[in-house]
């Protein structure tokens, strides 16, 4: 980067990376899980930067291919300038969708907040038609959603009304006067809300046993739903909702995500793709579960009483891990409780990426990609694979047969949380 | 983040002094900016290819060499690193890329000369066994195999050139393309692309059919851009050698290096799933110092700056390729302790304008005291635990002399056991 005064050297650091630093070194291609799986996918060099510098708001979007990236960022990890490749695409595909109008898939998988707070209302049913292979068939037919791919498992009853029901006041946790050092609000996501509650208990419980308060205050889907699903409007009316409930907190709160992306949308994107005002003291006090765990850790603050867990396990970090720039913290973690014989699997993207698994037209490529890590779970032949993600987790499961579990759980089991 | 030891960079220089820390039982958390340089350069483990930047007389005994320039030029990075240290650290490297898989040919005692992908004939110490066939100390006659479509290796040119420097008669050296199944000219494709493809057994016989049918004369060896697999070693290589029925050999071609690749993927992935912590996508971009220690180093990690607490710090950072020197218009920075490393006039003087000349930017780096430390410009180390390794060494050009994989592993080893003192 070459800049006029040695003095402002600094700043120039800061900045993201304009378009013209991508030095076309092809270090993107390389890693990209789509590109070494597929030569119909021209690569994220091609469609980001190259492309961007033929881009004008005039024109109309150019878009081929750009679908056929699955939102992974491990071209952004990999890039040596810094390039902000992801936001280049992201921005095209929205462009285009705005042109040409978005579909009906776009629509429902942009909006999986609706969609689950729809499918946990009618539980028992929505579960139902999710395994039925006829409503399976009408909805490869209709919206474009691969029938082999299994669908979550919706809750009736919700993590919000579970805190609220389990804890005294609506949506605020136990104040424990003169005992709490620490407060957190958790963002727990729609995961935790609709599909898997037990993880937000767990949260809580891990939290709570450490004597931190924890809060719940109301918010919305994060948004990345609708950013892979070329809806940034959308995303960034989320996002703000979340911004603008999340500012409002003491200061002295900090926010937890249990969901890599989730955590990664609040940290970074709310400030940099969405643009966001206000977004990034947020971002700033925003910790991914475990990375908040380790930090009490090395703080001398974590109750490290752990019950002896004795099993096998192997860790798959998710791409969106990476772009946290935090290393791993569960594995550090899960290190210190007794009986835990930790494996680290580094087979790269499992290729779900989100929704982009999910489309009728990917979910072969989808598994594709995932097919190395698959191979390497079932050789390793563990109790359970931990990942931080939960889509990683679903396709792990649904390519493997193999059980898995976000990381936290082996910590609650090591609190004897049952 | 509190760590034992952490060693910032991701190209050869920082595996080797994160795998040193890691056989001495020592904790290292390697920290990687971005993306390694040996998708860019290796292919190769280069230890000395020329003694110095005006000879065209390649070194054939590299161990030999360093030690001869160890003596003549006590200020080179070599001779700071040691001859010991070379020995030790390729020992190491060695030791891991069979631990790794990996099966290599060479050592330090002897160069082979291989051909590079435009014909000319490049000294290397420790090569992939799948390039070995090359060495041009050996006499059969080359015929240099490209394919339709794929320009990044155009055999007639490599055939042109080596032609002249080597061989004797016209049949000594050869070019031929063939075309690959799904490969149309004029469609835009890669050598990883072709790379993946060769996976596919039935690919891979198809090729070494049509090569096969290709006129050629009993005896020679066939070369070929290294495409032969994208993460494998050499279950591709062997098997389409057999199949082509000739000794077959790669060429490295340009970036991406899919030699490269191989190799540092499997090596992140051996170091990892073994133990070593990785913090990815973390530009380290300051350093806090205190009574001549560096206390911390601060990472730009997403939503905020991620401070790294450890005792001592390995700086294997790769000068130009990795992004971790900044170039403003007069001056070279570095990124840790803002330290203006070269002055220039104006931009244009740190190029040569020939491209093949030594280029003065390749030298541009931190200077080091004996122990490898920073120091500054009154000779006194910057930080007493912080060492440098690779690249971003000053004072020696790896690319003109063909020492840069040596040096890596010479000042990687070195770095790792200042830091393990300190």
Not at chain 1, 337 to 342: A, D, E, N, Q, T
Request: proline content about 6%; some cysteine.
């Amino acid at each position: 980067m070459i800049t006029d005064e040695i003095g402002t050297l600094s700043d120039t650091v800061e900045e993201a990376a304009p378009v013209e630093a991508c030095t076309k070194c092809t270090a993107c291609n390389t890693v990209c899980p789509v590109a070494r799986s597929t030569d119909i996918f021209r690569g994220p060099k091609f469609l980001g930067p190259e492309s961007e510098r033929y881009r004008s708001q005039a024109e109309a979007a150019v878009t081929a291919g750009l679908d056929l990236c699955s939102g992974c960022k491990l071209c952004e990890v990999t890039c040596p300038s810094q390039v902000t490749i992801q936001e280049y695409i992201r921005r095209a595909q929205n462009k285009g969708a705005e042109e040409r109008g978005r579909t009906l898939r776009d629509w429902v998988l942009g909006h999986t907040r609706l969609l689950s707070r729809f499918g946990s209302m009618t539980a028992p049913l929505a579960n139902f038609g999710n395994r039925n292979p006829l409503v399976r068939l009408v909805m490869e037919k209709v919206i474009g959603i691969h029938r082999k791919r299994p669908l979550p498992r919706y809750q009736w009853l919700t993590f919000e009304r579970w805190f609220k029901r389990n804890r005294s006041l609506p949506l605020v946790g136990r104040a424990r006067e003169g005992v709490s050092r620490r407060t957190v609000a958790y963002f727990y996501g729609c995961w935790v809300n609709y599909n898997e509650r037990r993880l937000g208990e767990m949260v809580v419980h891990i939290l709570e046993r450490n004597g931190i308060d924890v809060i719940v205050p109301k918010q919305q889907c994060c948004g990345i739903p609708a950013v892979v699903n070329s809806n940034i409007d959308l995303a960034r009316k989320y996002g703000a909702e979340n911004v603008r409930r999340l500012s409002g907190l003491p200061a002295n709160v900090d926010i937890i995500a249990s969901s890599t992306s989730c955590g990664l949308m609040l940290k970074h994107d709310y400030s940099h793709l969405l643009e966001i005002p206000g977004a990034e003291p947020v971002g700033a006090r925003t910790y991914d579960i475990c990375e908040y765990l380790w930090m009490l850790y090395e703080a001398g603050e974590l109750d490290i009483a752990f019950q002896p867990v004795e099993t096998r396990l192997l860790y798959h970090a998710p791409c969106h891990l990476k772009s946290h720039g935090m290393g791993y913290p569960a594995t550090r973690l899960l290190r210190l409780i007794p009986g835990v014989h930790l494996d680290e699997v580094d087979e790269g993207c499992c290729g779900i990426s989100g929704t982009f698994g999910v489309k009728v037209e990917k979910y072969d490529l989808s598994m594709k990609i995932g097919s190395r890590l698959f191979e390497a779970v079932k050789a390793a032949g563990t109790d359970s694979v931990l990942a931080d993600c939960e889509t990683c987790r679903l396709q792990v499961e649904h390519g493997t047969g193999a059980k898995s579990a976000h990381p936290v759980e082996i910590v609650a089991r090591a609190y004897g949380y049952r | 983040m509190k760590a034992d030891i952490a060693v910032v960079g991701s190209g050869l220089a920082a595996l080797v002094a994160t795998r040193t820390l890691q056989q001495a039982g020592r904790n290292a958390l390697l920290i990687w900016p971005g993306l390694s340089s040996l998708y860019f350069t290796y292919a190769t483990v280069d230890v000395l290819g020329y003694s110095d930047l005006t000879t065209t007389q390649p070194v054939d005994q590299p161990e030999a060499g360093v030690a001869q320039l160890i003596e003549d030029h006590p200020e080179h990075p070599y001779a700071l690193a040691g001859l010991d240290a070379l020995r030790s650290g390729t020992a190491l490297l060695t030791e891991w890329l069979r631990d790794a898989g990996f099966t290599w040919q060479g050592s330090l005692a002897r160069n082979l000369l291989l051909p590079t992908a435009i014909g000319t004939p490049k000294p290397s110490c420790l090569v992939p066994a799948s390039m070995a066939a090359g060495d041009l100390r050996r006499t059969e006659p080359i015929v240099f195999c490209g394919f339709h479509g794929y320009e990044d290796f155009v055999p007639e040119l490599a055939a042109a050139n080596l032609s002249r420097s080597w061989g004797g008669d016209d049949q000594s050296v050869r070019a031929i393309r063939v075309s690959l199944p799904g490969f149309e000219p004029g469609r835009l494709f890669t050598s990883i692309d072709i790379a993946r493809s060769f996976e596919d057994a039935a690919f891979r016989r198809e090729v070494a059919g049509r090569i096969r049918r290709e006129p050629a004369v009993d005896g020679v060896r066939i070369g070929m851009p290294a495409v032969l697999g994208l993460t494998h070693d050499m279950e591709v290589y062997s098997s389409f050698a057999a199949e082509v029925g000739h000794p077959v050999f790669e060429i490295p071609t340009l970036p991406p290096s899919v030699l490269g690749l191989r190799l540092f993927d499997r090596l992140r992935k051996h170091i990892q799933e073994s133990g070593v912590e990785m913090v990815w996508a973390a530009p380290a971009h300051a350093a806090e110092l205190s009574d001549g220690q560096c206390r911390r180093i601060l990472l730009k990690s997403a939503g905020r700056e991620q401070p790294i607490d450890a005792r001592a710090y390995v700086l294997a950072l790769e000068d130009t390729v990795d992004g971790a020197l900044r170039a403003g218009v007069h001056t070279v920075v570095d990124p840790f302790f803002h330290q203006a490393l070269a002055h220039h006039a104006v931009p244009t003087d740190r190029t040569d304008e020939s491209l093949f000349k030594p280029q003065p930017f390749a030298s541009v780096g931190y200077r080091v005291s004996n122990r490898l430390q920073p120091i500054g410009d009154d000779g006194r180390p910057l930080a007493g635990n912080v060492f440098v390794a690779g690249g971003a060494i000053a004072g020696y050009d790896p690319v003109g002399s063909k020492s840069r994989g040596g040096l890596a592993i010479a000042t990687g080893y070195r770095a790792a056991r200042e830091a393990m003192a300190a």
